[in-house]
């Protein structure tokens, strides 16, 4: 059964960083583009990042732009999205998926939390 699974979400304080991760289980991550997107409360879901397969190429949501960074490291599985300078405004559940249009994203993850609090 293919799966997603994201990691590292937790409790921070504002202006603190986290590293999220996102691994996979029958599925090669290198063979999809992989988008974080996310959710909170009583809010739509939206894309945070994204990053492709082909060359690399990264997108950022404007709301995370010099605070957000995609990498991926095929070699492990794993696409990383390491966020800095949290805010209160970055609460939410993250999740990652295999494309960057949530739309078109055949495989998703089960969410990690994110909650920036002092």
């Known amino acids: 059964q293919v799966q997603l699974v994201e990691s590292g979400g937790g409790l921070v304080q504002p202006g603190g960083s986290l590293r999220l991760s996102c691994t996979a289980s029958?599925?090669?991550?290198?063979?999809?583009?992989i988008g974080w997107f996310r959710q909170a409360p009583g809010k739509e879901r939206e894309g945070v990042s994204c990053?492709?397969?082909?060359?690399?190429?990264?997108h950022y949501a404007d709301s995370v732009k010099g605070r957000f960074s995609i990498s991926r490291d095929d070699a492990k599985n794993t696409v990383y999205l390491r966020m800095n300078t949290l805010k209160f405004e970055d609460t939410a559940v993250y999740y990652c998926?295999?494309?960057?249009?949530?739309?078109?994203?055949?495989?998703w993850g089960q969410g990690t939390q994110v909650t920036v609090s002092s």
């Open positions: 029958r599925l090669t991550l290198a063979y999809y583009a």
């Open positions: 998926a295999t494309d960057c249009v949530a739309t078109e994203a055949k495989y």
């Open positions: 990053i492709n397969n082909v060359d690399g190429t990264r």
